[in-house]
């Protein structure tokens, strides 16, 4: 997992009128292959405990409180992902009632890849845990059979979601997604403005 903290206001050169304030970026945590099949897998044992890290860590930092809306992508380990941290388990005993509001885009999904398509049935599991979900259809409607989605077709794709995000009126808003999308919005947004970030650190 990793956070990455956009101050709105270097955003400001692309894009003027805007009343978020502070956008938090995170990779979800590690994730479960049990074969090559998988295209959409639940999170390991390990990314269970990174979650469990993370939220300790923005709770004691004060993020949690702060963050008003969570962006998610709609694949498992993300919803995983943004549940645990933002939400909470009964389980461990840190779960909250009063969390912030959790919306399940499609903008902000994993590449798309030829020949891959997510599973429909996990996803509909995953309703339960999502409180709004913005996604036109389970059947997968947005993923091009014969041809992979580009750094460039993603780099487009993200600086559409930045755009997006920033026409809302939550201050703070967390965005859970995956490496490979988070390093081309970021090199795009950089490009245009100012790195922010390494792109490099990001693995997908």
Do not use: Y
Not at 8 to 24: I, N
Request: glycine fraction near 6%; charge should be negative.
């Amino acid at each position: 997992m990793g956070v990455i903290l956009i101050l709105a206001d270097k955003l400001r050169s692309m894009w003027a009128d805007f009343d978020v304030e502070a956008l938090q970026l995170i990779r979800h945590a590690h994730e479960l292959h049990n074969s090559k099949e998988e295209t959409n897998p639940q999170l390991s044992p390990l990314g269970s405990q990174q979650v469990r890290d993370e939220r300790k860590i923005l709770s004691a930092t004060g993020v949690l409180q702060r963050i008003q809306l969570v962006v998610t992508s709609p694949m498992l380990r993300t919803l995983q992902t943004s549940v645990g941290v933002f939400v909470g388990s009964e389980k461990h005993g840190d779960h909250c009632n009063n969390h912030p509001r959790i919306i399940a885009t499609e903008l902000c999904r994993v590449r798309m890849i030829a020949g891959e398509k997510a599973s429909a049935g996990a996803r509909l599991f995953t309703l339960k845990l999502i409180f709004h979900w913005q996604i036109e259809s389970e059947d997968d409607i947005s993923w091009e059979a014969e041809e992979s989605e580009t750094d460039e077709a993603i780099a487009a794709r993200g600086v559409e979601f930045i755009k997006w995000l920033l026409e809302r009126e939550e201050k703070e808003i967390a965005v859970v997604s995956h490496g490979g999308f988070l390093q081309q919005t970021l090199l795009a947004i950089g490009h245009k403005c100012h790195p922010l970030v390494d792109g490099d650190n990001l693995t997908p």
